[in-house]
T-cell receptor, first 114, second 115 residues
């Protein structure tokens, strides 16, 4: 299996622009998670989906952030408009929801907002 | 609510020395506990996990961790450090047995291995 795939790996944008991060989970996994990692706050869960349905978005920082999962093999995290404080590494992870199974992480997208 | 505290944001050891990375957790229910490793510019990779079976858990790359309920701890150890072990290590807790499959991560411990 190719693992969790994220694109782009690096994104540099200017404040106010829309940013879309993409994730393809491992085939067959029914949970998908979006995390943000910063030096100050560490690794934070933003939102997670089960069977393409958002279950808990309490970690989404503001209305500027939105996430969708239109099908089992694709999810997006959108920031509109972006701000410099959104600069971070964003990770997507997936898992198979049987018992306590492992979350598998993608390589991350490093976002820089100028 | 669950929480994880990793004692020491940075640990430095010599090659061949014992590695000990500390993790204490707080959970209102029996927890599931995890250690993940993150190499530079990569995603997190599972090292090992505790799921209420044996309290001493062996993982990849020679790492192991022991679950101690009385101490609410899940420290990670390796008898002899290699240069390739240099990375950041994260302890995480999950609500065991419930429908909440969220992981709560600690702040991480950066391990440096000196030649």
């Amino acid at each position: 299996d190719a693992g969790v795939i994220q694109s782009p790996r690096h994104e540099v944008t200017e404040m106010g622009q829309e940013v879309t991060l993409r994730c393809k989970p491992i085939s067959g996994h029914d949970y998908l998670f979006w995390y943000r990692q910063t030096m100050m706050r560490g690794l934070e869960l933003l939102i997670y989906f089960n069977n393409n349905v958002p279950i808990d978005d309490s970690g989404m920082p503001e209305d500027r952030f939105s996430a969708k999962m239109p099908n089992a093999s694709f999810s997006t995290l959108k920031i509109q408009p972006s701000e410099p404080r959104d600069s971070a590494v964003y990770f997507c992870a997936s898992r198979l929801g049987q018992g306590v199974d492992t979350q598998y992480f993608g390589p991350g997208t490093r976002l820089t907002v100028l | 609510a669950q929480s994880v505290t990793q004692l020491g944001s940075h640990v430095s050891v010599s090659e061949g020395a014992l590695v000990l990375l500390r993790c204490n957790y707080s959970s209102s229910v029996p927890p599931y506990l995890f250690w993940y490793v993150q190499y530079p510019n990569q995603g997190l990779q599972l090292l090992l996990k505790y799921t209420s079976a044996a309290t001493l858990v062996k993982g990849i790359n020679g790492f192991e961790a022991e679950f101690k309920k009385s101490e609410t701890s899940f420290h990670l150890t390796k008898p002899s450090a290699h240069m390739s072990d240099a990375a950041e290590y994260f302890c995480a807790v999950s609500d065991g047995g419930g429908s909440n499959y969220k992981l709560t991560f600690g702040k991480g411990t950066l391990l440096t291995v000196n030649p």
